[in-house]
C-alpha cells in the first residue's frame, strides 16, 4: 500500500528543474507532498483531491492523475532552499475523520551553488 | 506557543525502563497521529486519534501504548522497547477536512 516515488535521489544546480513522481497500486482520496530538511519536521507544501488537478506554491506545484494513481511534484528554477527530503503521502478512501496518510520512501533533492 | 511541541527532544532508555513521549498542539486540531522514522525507511504511521477516539492501530506492538486524553494532547507509553525501535518518532495534527498534517520536530528514541 505505500507509495512508491521515483528517482531516489537527485542532484541539482541552482536554476534547474526537477520532477519527482508518486505511483500507487489504489485507487486514490488524495495525495499530500511534504519536504523534510535535515534534522527538522516534515512541512506540508500542497494537497490534490481531485483527478487531473494540479496545484501551485511558488514555483512548487504539482498534479494528479486520478486515473493512473499518480501524482507528480515540479520544481522550477530551482533554488538553494530546496535541498531536502521529499516524501509524497497518499491516502484512500473519501472522506477523512482522521486519516490514513502513508508515506512514500522519500526523494532525497540536493541544490548545488 | 504555537504548532506542535514535542518533548522530550531526545530520549536515551534501557531495555527494561518506562518512559512517555509527550505531544500538544495548538492548533485547535481535533486529529493527531504517531509516526516513526528510522534510517533509510518512510514514515511509518503508527496511530491515529480523531476527536479522541483512536480510529487506526497500524499492528504496533503492545510495549507502544497511545492516550488522547484530550483533542489538545497525544502520548506514547513505552515500556520494554528494543534496540530496533530506536527512531524518531513524529506527532502530527490536522483538522477534519482536506488540509495537510502540521509535524513535531520529533523526538530522537535511542534503545540500549
Known amino acids: 500500500q505505500q507509495p512508491v516515488q521515483s528517482p531516489q535521489a537527485v542532484i541539482l544546480r541552482e536554476g534547474e528543474d526537477a520532477v519527482i513522481n508518486c505511483s500507487s497500486s489504489?485507487?486514490?482520496?488524495?495525495v499530500h507532498w511534504y519536504r523534510q530538511k535535515h534534522g527538522e519536521a516534515p512541512v506540508f507544501l500542497m494537497i490534490?483531491?481531485?483527478?487531473?488537478e494540479q496545484k501551485g506554491h511558488e514555483k512548487i506545484s504539482a498534479s494528479f492523475n486520478e486515473k493512473k494513481q499518480q501524482s507528480s511534484l515540479y520544481l522550477t528554477a530551482s533554488q538553494l532552499s530546496y535541498s531536502g527530503t521529499y516524501f509524497c503521502?497518499?491516502?484512500?478512501?473519501?472522506?477523512?475523520?482522521?486519516?490514513?496518510?502513508?508515506f512514500g520512501q522519500g526523494t532525497e533533492l540536493s541544490v548545488k551553488p | 506557543e504555537t504548532g506542535v511541541t514535542q518533548t522530550p527532544r531526545h530520549l536515551v532508555m534501557g531495555m527494561t525502563n518506562k518512559k512517555s513521549l509527550k505531544c500538544e498542539q495548538h492548533?485547535?486540531?481535533?486529529?493527531m497521529y504517531w509516526y516513526k522514522q528510522s534510517a533509510k525507511k518512510p514514515l511509518e504511521l503508527m496511530f491515529v486519534?480523531?476527536?479522541?477516539?483512536?480510529?487506526e492501530n497500524n499492528s504496533v506492538p503492545s510495549r507502544f501504548s497511545p492516550e488522547c486524553p484530550n483533542s489538545s494532547h497525544l502520548f506514547l507509553h513505552l515500556h520494554t522497547l528494543q534496540p530496533e525501535d530506536s527512531a524518531l518518532y513524529l506527532c502530527?495534527?490536522?483538522?477534519?477536512?482536506?488540509?495537510?498534517?502540521?509535524f513535531g520536530s520529533g523526538t530522537r528514541l535511542t534503545v540500549v
Open positions: 502530527a495534527s490536522s483538522a477534519t477536512g482536506d488540509d495537510g498534517y502540521t
Open positions: 489504489k485507487a486514490l482520496y488524495s
Open positions: 490534490l483531491l481531485k483527478g487531473g
Open positions: 503521502g497518499t491516502e484512500r478512501g473519501g472522506g477523512r475523520q482522521g486519516g490514513k496518510l502513508i
Open positions: 492548533l485547535g486540531h481535533n486529529a
Open positions: 486519534y480523531s476527536l479522541e477516539e483512536r480510529v
